[in-house]
């Protein structure tokens, strides 16, 4: 098993940068492919960024934060970041870190493991 704390939220403006990381617990932690999700009030959890399980050498996003958005990992520190730069409103959500053993995924029911979330709000 694996928890997951994520950390970094907070308020911004537009056009401005925040950097989530989300810390693991556990030993097997190159094992997971690693996700980020979000949810805004009133809508349905969504997929953000997610990244391959050992060296994280495939990445793969959502059209909406593609380019702006960049996913990473640290298997050294169990770490997974999301750096995320050209901040808009409409990326105003609770952010949610997620893992998966080996193969990643957009999809939220792939996941096994989810963390408390962090709340970003960018304000216009």
């Known amino acids: 098993q694996v928890q997951l704390v994520e950390s970094g939220g907070g308020l911004v403006q537009l056009g401005g940068s925040l950097k989530l990381s989300c810390a693991a617990s556990?030993?097997?932690?190159?094992?997971?492919?690693m996700g980020w999700f979000r949810q805004a009030p009133g809508k349905e959890r969504e997929f953000v960024a997610a990244?391959?399980?050992?060296?994280?050498?495939?990445?793969y996003y959502a059209d909406s934060v593609k380019g702006r958005f960049t996913i990473s990992r640290d298997n050294a520190k169990n770490m997974v970041y999301l750096q995320m730069d050209s901040l808009k409103p409409e990326d105003t959500a609770v952010y949610y870190c997620?893992?998966?053993?080996?193969?990643?995924?957009?999809?939220?029911?792939?996941?096994?493991?989810w963390g408390q979330g962090t709340q970003v709000t960018v304000s216009s």
């Open positions: 556990g030993r097997t932690f190159s094992s997971y492919a």
């Open positions: 990244i391959s399980w050992r060296d994280g050498s495939s990445t």
């Open positions: 997620a893992a998966r053993n080996f193969k990643y995924s957009s999809s939220s029911s792939a996941y096994n493991y």
